[in-house]
Structures are given as C-alpha cells and as structure tokens.
C-alpha cells in the first residue's frame, strides 16, 4: 500500500488549528521559489537538507570543530568557520554543541513514514472536521511526493489542503488537483513591481494560475500577509478584491497581519536584525481591509 518515495521535510506541525479547517496536521516541505523579504523561516527556502547556525547561541568552546571529522569546521580567532563545501552533514557537530547552536534542518521521510505520523490523528481529523496541510516553503516543488501523499490521505479519507503560491508551471498544479480538498492561495500583493520587489519574483504566472485555479471547482481560502509599508495600502486591496470577487469557489480571505513573534526562534542574528525592520500593519488599517473584502461581498475567516 505505501509509497517508497522519498521528501524532504523542515517540519510537522500536528494538532495545528490555523491551516485551514478542524484540528490538523501541517507538513512543511522544504524548498520554496518566492523570496519573502519577511519570511520567518529562511531556512524553508533551499530544497536540501541543511546546517543552521545560531550565532546567538554560540559560546566559542570549539567543540564542533574538534567533532568535524571532515574539516568542515574550524575555530579562527575565536570564532566558528563553516566551509560548506566540505560539509556532508553528518551531525557530529550538532552532538557535539552543548549551546544548541546547530542543528541539520530538513528530514528525509518515505511516503509510508510520513502517512504513520499523520494517521496518528485520524480520530481528530474526525471530529473536528479537520486533517492534513500540506505546506512549505511551496510544496508543488517536490510534485511527486505530493500527490504520493495526498492519494494515501484521500485513500482513507483524510480531507486535504495544499498551502501554495502558486508560482509555477499550470500543468503541476493541475495534476495534484485531484486529491485536493481546499487550496490556501497565498496572495502576496497586486501590484507587479512591488511584489517583485518583496519577493523577487513577478506576480504574473501566479495570478494566471489564480484565475485558472478559480474555475477548477477546489475550494479557495486565499491568504494575504499585510506587512507595514510594503503591501498595506488600500490600492492593494481594492485590486485583490476586484481580482478574486467574481471566483465561484472563494471561501473566503485570511488576513495575515505581519508580526514579529516567533521570529527569534529560528534566524541567525544577522538574519533576524534583518526581520527587525518590518513592522506589524495598523489596527486601523486591518479593519478598513475587513470593512472593504465584507462589502466587496467577499468573506473574512
Ligand atoms: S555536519 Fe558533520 S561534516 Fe558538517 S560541519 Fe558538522 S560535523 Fe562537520
Ligand atoms: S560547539 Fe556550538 S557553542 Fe561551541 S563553538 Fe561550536 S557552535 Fe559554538
């Protein structure tokens, strides 16, 4: 019955009440092809296994360096060196820091693993009409894993939701449709040159696939960051309600106030002075969002 193919995972969420209906278990693939400026988790973004470092937490004792049987790390001057190229990410230095300043992000699981975590949940799923995110990162990257997943999910009826961006080709978001229950259709913005700005990438095959993802007959919650000063203003919302008012199968929009709260759980420091600079949008704000999506006849989950 289960699949021997494998994905590559940077987190499992389980009991998790905020991707979508019920209780839920979110599976986070690594990879991702939007650049956030905010994103809390950088470390989503590479498709492979990985060796963070926190300087934060790192009291220069050179234990890593003594661990590394590849000369992959090195202390100079007081400080860790990392060469990543000589890197096979072993873990040894990972044991070896007592400050919980290293640690390999990113798991390979099998299909059958990962299906024995989620079915962990089924009587959950049941009764409070909830079960499986998948999430990332942009888990249409690794297609193949995917649909593996979702058809052992859907085989024992397990709802589905896929959490996506969307920035990719048609005919791999066309082909996991399927087994899919619920799209989260992240909107990061309407407006091309921002949106390019904020995530390095254009906004124009997304919002293609948007319009093609509108007639497939999957329900849609679509999820909007609002982040201060670089997508909070009126034009913006105006544009998205006009955009997706007349989709027949708009559940309804989540809005996403920017915070900062968790953002210290995972970044380097440079990487969270980095964060630092964005800010929450304003309350106000937020309530003309509501006050406008409502009287676009859109509804706010
Ligand atoms: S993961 Fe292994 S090879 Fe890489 S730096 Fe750590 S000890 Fe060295
Ligand atoms: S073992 Fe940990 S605390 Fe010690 S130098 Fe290496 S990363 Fe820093």
Redesign the pocket.
Known sequence: MYGKMKGIIFNIQRFSTKDGPGIRTTVFLKGCNVNCAWCHNPESIDGNQMLR?DSKL???????AVACPSGATEMVDGR?VYYLDKCTLCGD?VS??G?D??EIVGENYTAEELYNIIIKDEDFYKESGGGVTFSGGEPLLQQEFLIEMLRLCKAVGIHTALDTALNIEWDRVEAVLPWVDLVLLDIKGMDSRKHFQNTGVSNELIHKNAVKLAYMGVPIIVRMPVVKELNDSIEELEAAADFMRAWPNLKGVEILPYHSLGVDKSLEYEALEAQKKFKAPDSDFIDKARELFTASGIKIL
Do not use: K, P, T
């Open positions: 470092f790192c009291i220069s004792c050179g234990r890593c860790r230095c070896a820091c400050a300043a290293l």
